[in-house]
Every structure is written in C-alpha cells, then in structure tokens.
C-alpha cells in the first residue's frame, strides 16, 4: 500500500510540473493583446487581461514550484497532461473575456457582455480550434478581444503543449512523452525540442505570407492578421459577422481556400517542402484524402447551391 501511495503521490507531482509551467506559459500569452489595448485606446480592457494573466501566473507557480524537481514525463503523464490541460488552459484564458466585456464603457457602441458560461465555452473552442461561438456579432466586441479570439486559436492550432515544449521544455525523455500526448508522432528533427521549434518557424512563416496575401487582395491589415491567424488554425473565428461572406470578393474566398488547406496538412509534409521535396505533397496518403473529400465536396455543394437558385450573372 505504500509504495502503491508514492507512486500515486510521484505521478501527481509530474502532473503539477507540466501544468504549473503551461499555466506560466498561457500567463505570458494573456498579456500579449496589450499593445493592441494601446493602438485601440482600449484602455479599459487592460485591467481584464492583468488580472487574467496574474491568476494564471499564480495557479501555475502554486503548481509547478512544490515538484520542480519532479521527475520526468512518461507516456501515461503526457496523455493525462493532454487531457488536463485543455480543460484547465481556457478556464483561466476566459477571465479576459468576462472581465474586458463586462467593463466596456456605457457610451461605447460594443455592447456584448460574456457569462461565465459563454466565456469558457468561447475560450474553449478558440484553444481547441473548433470555431463555434457566443458571439452574436464579432464587429461589436473590443479589437483586443476579437485578437485574443484569434490568437488562442493560432497557438491552439499547433497546440499549446506544443508552445510549452518548445519554450519551457526540459531536457530528458518527457518531452517526447508530452508531444505524443497532443496526438503526435512525427519527427522533423532528431530533437523533439529542435522538432517543435522547427513546426512554430513554419507556422510563422506561412501566417505572415497568409497576412501579407490578403492584404495585397483589398483586405484591411487588422482583418488581414486576424483571418490569416485563423484560417491556418483551421478554427474559423472572424473579426467581420458575416466573416469572409463580408468583403463580397471572389478574389478573398480564393486566397483563403490554400490557407485553410495549409492549415489542415501535416507538419511533416510542410517541412519536406520548405526542403523542396515536392513530391511528399502528393505522395502523402493524409493528402490524398483530403484533397479527395474537397473536390467531392466542393462539387456536391456546388450542386446543392444550383438546385435551390439560378446562379446570377451580377
């Protein structure tokens, strides 16, 4: 029984190491929206992601600081770590999300207010990448919010534990144990460490090309960053309420197909590329399914779309 107890004792201390250091990680991210406070004169909003930050800061030291020395992940912890932290990240990322809307000023046109309820699920699908939202009208809520909507969903889109590891990752065996707790198994490089910096490059690199395409096309740079942010995140989340619907360009809804389907594709084909082995792009089973399914579905829809109306010349 008691060495049943210490190994018990032994595996929650791993697991407060892991989610004390992504808590201290999702701290610094909430503060991130700050300067967009500043360049928005949305100065209200500020205190919202201060407290938000210092309670996440607090929740992950409280954690991490009793079992720094813990020791390292296995398998077992890096899938309940997974599972942990997707439900604990996006409590402590929904405080922004109540405090800031709750506290817009009275003769401000934003006008929408976040439960608690509506906060966590808002947070939820925006770390998760799953796109489904409280939001009846995106063009009403606070620029600093509508940026911090897309930028829980880019870091949600590779995985925060990903971010974690590719920041806060010491060295050992664990952080393998952690990778493969988000889902994963590729390597791009000899290193797990080395592997996930290399997938954050690519993602930077593709989303400022993402950034800079629309806004060559006629799209408003604030849009332009957000859009970019979430279609290679695959979450959809907008700034606009009728989303990409809302710029009526034909040239847009083309630029930002590639984006999401970039999005969509594996990190490994993405490094193979940048390292001009344009084969892998067909050659890759996962891609040729999904290409599949867009052209099955594209013509499907099209289809759907010409029985219910008459396509229109203008």
């Known amino acids: 029984m008691a060495s049943y107890l210490l190994v018990q004792r032994r595996d929650l201390g791993v697991l407060c190491n892991i989610v004390g250091r992504l808590l201290i990680l999702v701290g610094i991210i909430i503060l991130i929206p700050l300067p967009v406070c500043a360049v928005f004169s949305e100065y209200f909003a500020i205190p919202g992601f201060l407290v938000g930050s210092l309670f996440s800061f607090s929740l992950g030291f409280a954690l991490y600081l009793p079992f720094k020395d813990s020791s390292e992940a296995r398998n077992k912890h890096g899938m309940v770590a997974a599972a942990l932290c997707w439900i604990v990240t996006p409590m402590v990322a929904m405080v922004p999300f109540v405090m800031v809307t709750n506290s817009i000023p009275a003769d401000s046109n934003l006008t929408l207010n976040f439960t608690i309820l509506d906060a966590y699920f808002e947070s939820m699908s925006g770390w998760t990448g799953t796109g489904l939202t409280m939001v009846d009208n995106e063009e009403l809520l606070p620029a600093c919010i509508q940026f911090w909507r897309s930028l829980m969903q880019w870091v949600g889109g590779v995985g925060v534990i990903v971010l974690m590891l590719a920041i806060l990752a010491r060295p050992g065996t664990g952080a393998f144990s952690l990778y493969m707790g988000e889902a994963r198994a590729d390597r791009l490089m000899p290193r797990i460490v080395d592997t996930v910096r290399q997938m954050w490059v690519i993602f930077l690199v593709y989303t400022i090309a993402g950034i800079l395409l629309l806004t060559l096309l006629g799209m408003p ?73 867009c052209i099955i579905g594209t013509i499907l829809l099209a289809v759907e779309v010409s029985m219910r109306a008459p396509i229109s010349n203008g």
């Open 221 to 293: 740079v604030w849009d332009s960053i957000n859009h970019a942010m979430t279609a290679l995140a695959t979450g959809g989340f907008s700034v606009r309420d009728n989303s990409i619907g809302s710029y009526d360009s034909p040239l847009l809804e083309m630029a930002i197909i590639p984006l999401m389907l970039i999005g969509a594709i594996s990190f490994v084909v993405h490094y193979n590329l940048f390292r001009k082995k344009f084969r892998e792009l067909i050659d890759d089973v996962q891609n040729k399914i999904l290409f599949a399914l």
